[in-house]
């Protein structure tokens, strides 16, 4: 995984509204955790067992359960979307919507608010649909916006090749580098690639479905706008630190 922090300021600062999507889709993602029994700001959940409890009963309600889904119940069909607005702990859901951040603001000035409120939502179900897929005999219960922010790293990839990132690697002693987006981008690409080749279906991070989302982000922005001028953006628009 790859932790960044920094803005993309360079191409939107002339939107009449900014990025509007993305940032609603932090400030939801954020509400809702505050509220839930996850985040533990919450004392009517309780503690102890009796928050135990109820973080199990928020996951199994709203999270993606992939036996279930497949076997195509009514409710479960909707849990890859409900699933994109929930996250495991503070660190899932913090360094979820820093990728988000980063690099949401310019994929959705150039695709525009609705077509990019659409895309996220579509390529966070099928990236968590494709898991399911995948693992359609598992009862472990996914949760996360990390597949849609995979289709949004995809979409960029191919809209921003040429942007440049500030990067820290640990094989590099930490020395903060400047690279192209498309080096940084396809890095982290073949890093979950590899750990979803060697991941199973237990707990943990669900790299497939990062897999799975990014490679739905490329191919709609190269179907898309493969006809039209890709942006590059200025020196100074994409300037982020990563720690992969």
Known sequence: MIDWRGTARGTWQGARNGPTVTYGLIALCVLLFALSPVSGLNPGYGTGDRL????????????????????????????????????????HLLGNMLFLYVFGAMAEERMGPVSFALFYLGCGYLALLGYAAAHADSEQ????????????????????????????????????????????????????????????????????????????????????????????????????????
């Open 141 to 244: 219960t996914l949760v996360g916006a990390s597949g849609a922010i995979s289709g949004v790293l995809g979409a960029f990839l191919y809209l921003f090749p040429r942007s440049r990132v500030t990067s820290l690697f640990p094989f590099l002693f930490f020395l903060p580098l400047r690279f192209p987006a498309w080096i940084v981008l396809i890095f982290w690409f073949a890093l979950q690639w590899l750990a979803a080749r060697s991941a199973g279906a237990g707990p943990g991070v669900a790299y497939l479905a990062h897999v799975v989302g990014f490679a739905l982000g490329f191919l709609y922005a190269w179907g898309r706008y493969r006809g039209g001028v890709k942006v590059k953006p200025p020196a100074a628009a994409t300037e982020g630190e990563s720690q992969p």
């Open 52 to 91: 135990l409890a109820a973080q199990s009963a928020y996951f199994e309600r709203w999270g993606v359960i992939p036996a279930e889904l497949m076997a195509g119940r009514p409710r479960a069909l909707l849990t890859p979307l409900t699933a994109l607005f929930v996250h495991g702990s503070w660190l």
